[in-house]
């Protein structure tokens, strides 16, 4: 089993900016990809970005040029660097990781409100 621990997420104003970190309680041999998700009050998750094996990048069309996905291999995390926030990036957001299996984190709060 893999653990997956999001940590980062808090209430931000407009146009502000913060980072999103995911941290997998070990170190995975093979992994396909691995992403973060939101899912906003009334709705469906959806994707927000994805990294590949090979290091290709994804993201939902919504939040191109404003947030960036990286990971450290050294440390088994994954980031996501989110800027220039907008209320509607307000959500829960949760990250992936996809080998054989998918494990998902528990999520953290990100409030974009003035």
């Known amino acids: 089993q893999v653990q997956l621990v999001e940590s980062g997420g808090g209430l931000v104003q407009p146009g502000g900016s913060l980072r999103l970190s995911c941290a997998a309680s070990?170190?995975?041999?093979?992994?396909?990809?691995q992403g973060w998700y939101r899912q906003a009050p009334g709705k469906q998750r959806e994707l927000v970005a994805t990294?590949?094996?090979?290091?290709?990048?994804n993201y939902a069309d919504s939040v191109k040029g404003r947030f960036t996905i990286s990971r450290d291999n050294a440390r088994n995390t994954v980031y996501l660097q989110m800027s220039s926030l907008k209320p509607e990036d307000t959500a829960v957001y949760y990250c992936?990781?996809?080998?054989?299996?998918?494990?998902w984190g528990q999520g953290t709060q990100v409030t974009v409100s003035s």
């Open positions: 070990r170190s995975v041999l093979w992994i396909r990809g």
């Open positions: 992936n990781l996809e080998s054989g299996l998918v494990y």
């Open positions: 990294i590949s094996r090979d290091g290709t990048t």
